[in-house]
């Protein structure tokens, strides 16, 4: 499914006090089965921009369709069933007593049969990687990293054809970033699924998305391929962003071995662009 936003704005609180501009004139598209990275310091907009995907806010201003059809005209039941979102906590997500019930929320919500909404949640906390006997425990026992999982496993079981992750990794020790976002890139190469992963990291967009769009003030700043935007450390730095880490190693590294190319993301790009810099390989 493709997503075509155009003109969107949002204004918090409209006509008080404390009105707030937090989206001001978006256009974004996203085609069917791409993986968009969403970035941007804290406040941008993040959160905002995609809670309009599915219905939980409406625009003050522009218009979103996704496959041509407006959201805002959508049955929200419909809408919810396309598009899932993975909430920026997912303590917000998870209320139910058992890990089970929360899985299946959304199912039986929708309507569909008892039988099948037990084999929908079994399947899809096996594809997050948890074991069925997480399902009877409490979410409230689950530690940070099985939180973010059930959270995905009660999106995935919707079946959804678009997927938002809104800082899924956010929080996790580096074991638990890695887990996630391996199970995310492994869930868009074997689904197809058009995915939005919303983060502060770069060094985890750099490694998933196809296409990276940055907030800033809650406009669109730059967007484009990674190498297009992380390379222009410049820009990135005046909106109070920086590239990754390896990529400024790269620039230092640089003033000592001049040939070596900078326009590198990840620490194993560089390894390669190192030994051929140095002559050991091409
Ligand atoms: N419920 C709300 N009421 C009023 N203002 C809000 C509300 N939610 C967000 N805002 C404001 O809107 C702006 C955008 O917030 P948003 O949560 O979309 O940013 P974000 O990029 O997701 O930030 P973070 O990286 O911290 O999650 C911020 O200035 C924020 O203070
Ligand atoms: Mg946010």
Do not use: W
């Amino acid at each position: 499914m493709s997503i075509r936003i155009e003109n969107l704005s949002y204004v918090y609180m409209k006509g008080t006090p404390y009105e707030k501009i937090a989206l001001n004139n978006i256009n974004i598209n996203i085609n069917k089965g791409e993986f968009v990275g969403i970035i941007g310091h804290t406040g941008s907009g993040k959160t905002t921009l995609v809670q309009h995907l599915n219905g939980l806010l409406k625009p003050s201003a522009g218009k979103i369709s996704i496959d041509g059809r407006d959201v805002t005209g959508e049955n929200i039941k419909e809408l919810r069933k396309q598009v899932g979102i993975v909430f920026q906590y997912p303590e917000h997500q998870l209320f139910e007593e058992t890990v089970y019930k929360d899985v299946a929320y959304g199912l039986l919500k929708q309507g569909l049969p008892e039988e099948e909404a037990s084999r929908r949640v079994i399947a899809s906390v096996r594809a997050v990687g948890l074991n069925e006997e997480i399902l009877a425990k409490s979410p409230f026992e689950l530690s940070g990293g099985q939180k973010r999982r059930v959270a995905i496993a009660g999106v995935l079981a919707m079946e959804p054809e678009i997927i938002v992750l809104d800082e899924p990794a956010a929080g996790l020790d580096p074991k638990g970033r890695s887990d996630i976002l391996g199970f995310i890139s492994k869930l868009h190469k074997e689904s197809g699924l058009t995915i939005i992963l919303v983060s502060h990291n770069m060094e985890d967009i750099v490694k998933l998305a196809e296409r990276v769009v940055v907030m800033n003030k809650g406009s669109v700043a730059i967007e484009g391929k990674p190498k297009d935007v992380f390379c222009n450390t410049q820009l990135l730095e005046e909106i109070g962003l920086s590239a990754p880490q390896v990529t400024y190693f790269m620039h230092k590294l640089k003033d000592v071995l001049p040939s070596v190319n900078t326009n590198i993301l990840t620490v194993d790009e560089a390894k390669t662009e190192i030994l051929k810099a140095l002559g050991v390989c091409k």
